[in-house]
């Protein structure tokens, strides 16, 4: 059998561990070829496809990004399923791993449907897909955010001053609640729940009143109560998307005015997914990886790997890319008391 791996998306730190998981155990156990299909979508589309035998990822777990490239090519716009049987068919490729997000796994499902063989692998920091418990790249972002957290708060304590730590999560606040949470913040505001600036200054003032370094973390997605939405567009980027984010920019001066404490802003952005993937995620990424495989050997075209318990198993597709999973309110609260 030739199997065609391609990463789509945003990176995420455990690509590379799926890829070499997958072609280690397809390789050893099953007698299986692979190739690599570059930049996601766009090289099986454009037909840009090279040789990964075993000798290309060996080590590889431990690296971050992704050997193979990435891109947020859409197959649908881009050639679409002609396009993706001819490429198949050149390269006489029998099946496709498709590794992405919510946008990946959309386009892995319509493939499916339209009959390629095709098994998908969730990845995305955000932890948002509610098909599985969890998803690589998550626990190495958190890690990052909270070794953050620990450093800001060491010279906000020296200068007395509030911290807003800005972290990534344009729809959920998983990373936000569970970094906030292992760093001790004393406010984390997410998307799921909008907060008054009148309840975020109570909780700056009551750390400060006990004199502890305020720090307030904030997921992009966050909005103010009755604010707009952050998906309201404020211009356009270089490529005509329009630009989101820059909650924590806009936060920290209002955080200092109502409050009259000197606030500092930063915001973590790509270094939550740059670098190495953490013990967990390597793991967890090796695992889809090797799943994937079983999945493909079992011909159960059109499923996703997916974390349930401890255990991996397979879901449908359809299952897997309907509802984004956020956090709970009960998660939030529980969180909540902390605050202050
Ligand atoms: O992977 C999802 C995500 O990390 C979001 O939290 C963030 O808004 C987005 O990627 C940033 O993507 P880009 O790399 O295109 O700026």
Same mark, same amino acid.
């Given at each position: ?13 455990? @690509?590379?561990?799926? /890829?070499?998981? &997958? ?44 050997? @193979? ?13 002609? +396009? ?14 498709? /590794?992405?997000?919510? %946008?990946? @796994?959309? &386009? ?34 958190? !890690? /990052? ?29 998983? =990373? ?9 913040? +004393?406010?984390?505001? =997410? ?7 009148? +309840? ?10 006990? %004199? ?7 997921? !992009? ?5 009755? !604010? !707009? ?28 005015? &109502? ?12 270094? +939550? ?66 605050? %202050?």
């Amino acid at each position: 059998m030739r199997i065609g791996i391609l990463t789509s998306g945003g990176d995420c730190p455990g @690509l590379n561990a799926v /890829i070499r998981g &997958a072609v280690v155990k397809g390789d050893r156990i099953h007698g299986q070829t692979f190739l690599g299909i570059k930049d996601g979508w766009r090289g099986l589309v454009e037909d840009d496809v090279i040789p990964l035998p075993r000798h290309d990822v060996r080590g590889l777990s431990r690296q971050g990004g992704t050997i @193979l490239g990435t891109s947020r090519t859409n197959p649908f716009d881009d050639g679409g399923i002609d +396009q993706v049987r001819k490429v198949m068919a050149h390269h006489e490729m029998d099946a496709v791993i498709a /590794i992405g997000g919510e %946008g990946t @796994l959309t &386009a892995a499902r319509r493939l499916a449907d339209e009959g390629i063989n095709i098994v998908g692998v969730p990845k995305t920091i955000d932890n948002d897909l509610s098909a599985t418990d969890y998803t690589f790249g998550f626990d190495t972002a958190v !890690e /990052i955010a909270t070794e953050s957290i620990d450093r800001l708060r060491t010279t906000a304590e020296s200068h007395h001053r509030c911290m807003v730590v800005e972290v990534m999560g344009r729809h959920v606040g998983w =990373i936000a609640l569970h970094a906030g949470l292992a760093g001790g913040a +004393q406010a984390i505001l =997410i998307p799921e729940v909008p907060q008054s600036m009148g +309840q975020i200054a109570e909780w700056v003032e009551s750390a400060r009143d006990r %004199g502890r370094a305020p720090i307030v973390v904030v997921a !992009e997605g966050f909005t103010l109560d009755g !604010e !707009e939405h952050p998906d309201a567009p404020r211009g356009l980027d270089a490529f005509g998307r329009p630009r989101l984010g820059g909650i924590g920019e806009r936060l920290g001066p209002m955080v200092e005015d &109502a409050t009259g404490i000197e606030t500092r802003v930063a915001t973590l952005g790509h270094l +939550q997914r740059g670098g190495v993937p953490s013990a967990y995620d390597r793991v967890l990424a090796t695992r889809f990886g090797t799943g994937a495989i079983d999945a493909v050997v079992e011909q159960k075209w059109g499923t996703m790997v997916s974390l349930s318990g401890t255990e991996v198993v397979t879901v449908d597709l359809h299952d897997a890319t309907t509802v984004l999973k956020t956090v709970p309110r009960s998660r939030y609260d529980e969180a909540a008391i902390l605050f %202050g």
